[in-house]
């Protein structure tokens, strides 16, 4: 057999418990005389582990200052920080935390050499301008478990309100120049975030398996992911939240989402998260979490109907006999029907937020509909499927 395709490049990855002091000999393979060191709000510090990442920062002979990414990071924070920071000698950016962080890190590890506006060179809202791709060493060191953006070439910013957008700075060089996944690092988060990030990951595997852009290597990969991450997702939510292997398991199935997605694409579930996340103030994780089961429920309706021998049944169904409880399952539809109806069950478990919770409402399904994108999606949905499912999210 024949097999084409192209497959993007992955970053040197140090997984496993004690990875950490791995900080020490990057920032000595990279000379780096000065870093910037981003992180969250607290949850490091309230882990006691930022006393831990500074002391391996000093260990290597380099000076840091510490900045904070308290939300999902805008264009406005990239142009301040690199403003504040340009010209003052960093040679080197370490991100710590969640999707945000690392996404902030990576603006800011490619703003810094050159110290314009992010928005000359931000995907459809920016000026156009093509970046050089010339940028800063940058370490990304994920807390949570969902973006996989350690592994993809590509930060997130965002400007939230009427006129709002979730947009990317992209460039193949923004790829992370090292990951590190230290289980120590990952028992921090809470069960509400955890659920969220958990159903971002999970959703970041189930729509590169079902793309039509799928290749038998990313096909690896994400099975890989989703091997790891179904059976761990909801004891990382509740008994087994301080348990670091559930928790490295969950990121290693984030980590993979990151590859599959850079490889084969989303699907409707991100197609819909862009606009409603620049509109409403909903983190990204709810929004994936909350949308999850309705898209593919709506998908398999779509597939029954018009197209019940597409390859994405079977790969449905594959999924399904992975869920806890669905191994037994021989025939595709029953297989497919109990995947739709555990990720209601997990819906609902988790306490993943309605849409409506954050403001949206029937009179904003229209323009989310006409924003929204069907691309990498198993099946082309009509736009009246798709309102349909997200009335259901209300």
Known sequence: MTVSFSFARVPPIHCGMGTLKEVTDWLRSR?????????????LEAMGQLEVVKRLIDEAGTKH???????????????????????????AVIGIGGGSVIDFGKAIAAMLPHGNSVLDHVEGVGRGQVHSGITLPFLAI????????????????????????????????FVPSAV?????????????????????????????FL????????????????????????????????????????????????IGLANAGLGLVHGLAGPIG????????????????????QNWSALKQRDPQHPAVERMARVGRLMPGGSHLSENAAAVDYLTDSLLDWVD?????????????????????????????PIALTLSEIKTLLETRL
């Not at 890989?224 to 199935?253: D, F, I, K």
């Not at 509109?279 to 089961?293: Q, S």
Request: net charge negative.
């Open 65 to 91: 200052a510490h900045v904070i990414c308290a939300s999902e990071p805008s264009t406005e924070l990239v142009d301040h920080i690199t403003q504040q920071w340009f010209g003052q000698g960093v040679d």
């Open 278 to 297: 620049g509109w409403f103030p909903i983190p990204h994780g709810v929004i994936c979490g909350t949308l999850m089961a309705a898209v593919q429920q």
């Open 31 to 43: 000379h780096a005389q000065s870093v910037l060191l981003l992180t969250g709000q607290s949850s």
């Open 142 to 173: 994920p807390t949570t478990s969902g973006t996989g953006g350690e592994v993809s070439k590509n930060a997130v910013l965002s400007h939230v309100g009427p006129d709002g957008y979730k947009k990317s700075l992209r460039h193949d060089n």
């Open 349 to 377: 478990e988790l306490r993943i937020p309605r849409l409506g919770d954050f403001g949206v409402t029937a009179a904003d399904l229209d323009r989310i509909v006409d924003a929204a994108s069907n691309r990498n999606n």
């Open 180 to 208: 590190i996944l230290d289980g120590a690092l990952l028992t921090g988060a809470a069960a509400d975030v955890t659920a969220a990030c958990g159903m971002d990951a999970f959703t970041q595997l189930l729509e590169p």
């Open 211 to 258: 793309s039509p852009t799928a290749s038998p290597l990313s096909d690896a990969i994400v099975w890989s992911g989703l091997q790891h991450l179904v059976p761990n997702l909801r004891l990382a939510c509740g008994e087994g939240a301080a348990n670091s292997q559930v928790r490295l398991s969950m990121a290693y199935g984030a980590l993979c989402s990151g």
